[in-house]
């Protein structure tokens, strides 16, 4: 199966798991694949639709075929190993660079996980349950990983992305990094991050799946902006 048309996306908006997936899809010409947004606010994403995808009640939700594959960083894996000849090539052939790029894909999941501990801590956390001591260690992970980032930023060419060419690692990494801005990242404090957010966003394959209410209101939150 090659045709986009076997494919379907179950997806949310402004969610990094599903824009890497869509990144990964328009990088890989994969346009006309069969999709749905899903509102998080409204409990779409816990519906019988989903969960008889996902049954973790969580987007994306994806489909190839008769082949489930739902974690995010697996989906463009497999997107990019079933449709190697098509598209843009998302592997660097040189074993260093694959190395710095699944490196920084792994990477990339820590930082989600920080960021989320920190931009989602109300949400998950039932009011009387949270603490300011738990707020500042998250903030304090988050900003000691944003360094480490700064740090390998550092070390990347000046205008070039993480393991060479543009790869998977920058699929699965660049999301997190435009959320961070969405919430309120200073480029002042985070200026290597800031240069790749501005090297990347106009990225076709970005600015295409760039998510829609982001576009609607480009004014963000402040969460992060004393980090």
Same mark, same amino acid.
């Given at each position: 199966?090659?045709? @986009? ?26 346009? %006309? ?41 697996? @989906? ?10 098509? %598209? ?7 074993? @260093? ?19 989320? @501990? ?110």
């Amino acid at each position: 199966m090659s045709s @986009a048309k076997s494919i379907s996306l179950l997806w949310g908006a402004g969610s990094p798991p599903c824009w890497r997936v869509m990144i990964t899809l328009q990088e890989k010409k994969l346009q %006309g694949y069969k999709h749905k947004l899903l509102s998080f606010e409204k409990g779409e994403h816990k519906s019988q639709e989903v969960l008889k995808i996902n049954p973790r009640g969580q987007l994306p939700a994806f489909k190839h075929g008769d082949n489930i594959v739902n974690e995010s960083t697996a @989906a463009c894996l497999y997107l990019e190993d079933q449709f190697k000849s098509q %598209g843009n090539k998302l592997l660097p052939d040189s074993p @260093a660079e694959q190395a710095l790029m699944y490196q920084c894909m792994m990477e990339g999941l820590t930082l989600a996980d920080k960021l989320n @501990a920190v931009i989602y801590y109300d949400w998950i956390v039932p009011e009387e349950e949270r603490h300011e001591s738990a707020v500042k260690r998250n903030k304090e992970a988050l900003a000691a990983e944003l360094k480490l980032w700064e740090g390998y930023l550092h070390n990347v060419a000046a205008g070039s992305y993480l393991a060479g060419a543009f790869s998977l690692a920058d699929v699965v990494v660049f999301p997190n990094i435009a959320f961070a801005f969405r919430f309120g990242l200073s480029a002042g404090c985070y200026p290597k991050l800031a240069k790749y957010y501005s090297l990347l966003k106009d990225r076709p394959s970005i600015k295409t799946s760039w998510p829609p209410h982001w576009q609607a209101s480009p004014q963000g939150y402040d969460i992060l902006k004393d980090l």
